[in-house]
């Protein structure tokens, strides 16, 4: 059983995709707490053939929370416009506004809420057949932190492999994983590039990017442009 686990983002970038895809099940982590300038509530898009930082909205964002605790501002009309703008003239525009814009306007107050459901609504999109669950739902010990709670986790759901976003090098211990029974593994993104408007191609946006100049089935291509580690 491969298992993947991660906090929620906010139309994240193709990588977070390709490590769902990897993975049997993945563990969307709501019980930890929000990170703030992190990719829980922003991501990048294209704009004026740039990157530009785009945000959700929240009510009580503290880092003393969870991310299951904080709650968020539903006033998405300025951004949704701003992607209009944007990518109107994009090649898979209106299927992929379509689906932007009804992520949007999800009638939902709780942060972890509204993610889980734009989660599950793009790899349903993306046609990822991964079995994904929610951190606070999984039985663990909740006196653990860290390394010791993400294993906790992968115990629980009889993982024999555990598949973490690179940047996790520095972070989780191969020897740890294995005192446990445990394969753990990094996945590591190729380069990937496609036309944006013919202009200079700007790299690692947001997955609003990739649907709006990819059609699926040079998505599910990219979902696969990966190594394991």
Known sequence: MKVGIMQPYFFPYIGYFQ???????????????????GWINRNKMLLKNKEHLFTLNLANASS??????????NNN???????DQTYKKAPFFHE??????EILTFKEAKLADFLENS??????????QTNIVVSSNVEKDISKKGIDKVIDICKAL??????????GQDLYSKEAFAQNQINLKFIKSHPINYPQFNNEFVPWLSIIDIMMFNSKNEIKKMLNEYELI
């Open 119 to 128: 989660i599950r609504k793009l790899t349903s999109i993306l046609c990822i």
């Open 19 to 37: 490590l769902i895809n990897s993975v049997d099940t993945f563990v969307i982590y709501d019980d930890v707490n929000y990170i703030k300038q």
């Open 64 to 73: 003393f929370k969870l991310i299951n605790e904080i709650e968020i501002k």
């Open 96 to 101: 992929s506004f379509a689906v932007v814009e």
């Open 158 to 167: 009889n993982a024999s492999i555990y598949i973490n976003a690179i940047g």
């Open 77 to 83: 009309g300025k951004l949704l416009k701003t992607i």
